[in-house]
């Protein structure tokens, strides 16, 4: 019975344990096996341990322009996506307008859709309205701003739905004009999920293969460029990079959270 009491008690501890046991061990996982040094092609198996793969990250530049090409689309649909995304947030909360119920369903499009009807899709409109010249740059440019859009509006809008709108009307009986109310108030106040949206645009951009490879025409990127390689063999030098991108994205939550850690311990 103290066992079973044990268990009662501690049962949802476990449950929580085990999540997160099961999301970050493959984390790290490709940390550890970035430090291997294999006799093969495939990185798939411990042999020796090396820092040779930390040493050429792009191994030999073979990885430069799959990993640059990622990077540039994934900045730039990223940009055009959270701005057209919070302005679009911005009409459908705070305004009312002729078939506003209708575009707020159509965002809901792109992410309930699969990712395979997606691809087809455009790979048939930019073949029927620009040729097969087009795919490449602008066609996966074009393509990532489209679903990016909807992730950005979705989560600016729900950061909108949850300001206090007395704090505005507060602004504007101290006189304050429109644009210092909106730069002073409702930004500062909205801007945690501008910036949410974008680094939630920028990691599906950046890891999209799917809809990539429809409309990539000859252009290959980071994902397309692994996809490619695991018939020939996968250096560890991806793992350094997917090593990488885990240490930048534990840092930037580390520099976000010091603020509230330095407001709690001043309050204590």
Not at 48 to 58: E, H
Not at 105 to 128: D, H, R, Y
Not at 186 to 214: C, H, K, Q, Y
Not at 242 to 259: C, F, N, R
Request: charged fraction near 10%; proline fraction near 5%; include cysteine.
């Amino acid at each position: 019975m103290a066992v079973v009491n044990w268990f009662r008690k501690h049962v949802i501890a476990i449950v929580a344990f085990l999540i997160f046991f099961f999301l970050l061990v493959p984390n790290f996982v490709v940390v550890w096996m970035s430090f291997n040094k294999p006799s093969g092609k495939y990185n798939v198996k411990w042999e020796k341990f090396s820092f040779d793969a930390w040493k050429n990250p792009l191994d030999d530049g073979i990885l430069h322009d799959p990993l640059m090409l990622s990077l540039e689309i994934a900045l730039l649909a990223t940009l055009v996506a959270t701005v057209l995304g919070t302005m679009i947030a911005f009409a459908i909360v705070r305004h009312s307008f002729k078939g506003r119920g209708f575009v707020n369903s159509v965002l809901f499009l792109p992410m309930a859709a699969p990712e395979i009807v997606m691809g087809t899709t455009l790979l048939a409109l930019f073949l029927n309205t620009f040729g097969v010249s087009f795919l490449g740059f602008k066609s996966i440019l074009i393509a990532h701003i489209m679903f990016c859009v909807s992730y950005v509006v979705i989560t600016v809008k729900s950061r909108l739905n949850g300001m206090d709108p007395m704090l505005e009307k507060a602004a504007q009986d101290l006189y304050a004009t429109p644009w210092q109310t909106f730069w002073r108030v409702t930004f500062p106040l909205v801007a945690p999920g501008i910036g949410a949206a974008a680094l939630l645009s920028f990691a599906l951009s950046f890891d999209d293969f799917i809809i990539t490879e429809m409309t990539a025409g000859n252009s290959v990127t980071f994902p397309y460029w692994i996809w490619n390689a695991v018939q020939k063999g996968i250096p560890p030098q991806v793992n350094v990079i997917g090593s990488l991108m885990l240490i930048i994205t534990l840092a930037g939550i580390a520099v976000a959270e010091v603020p509230k850690w330095l407001k709690t311990s001043k309050a204590h």
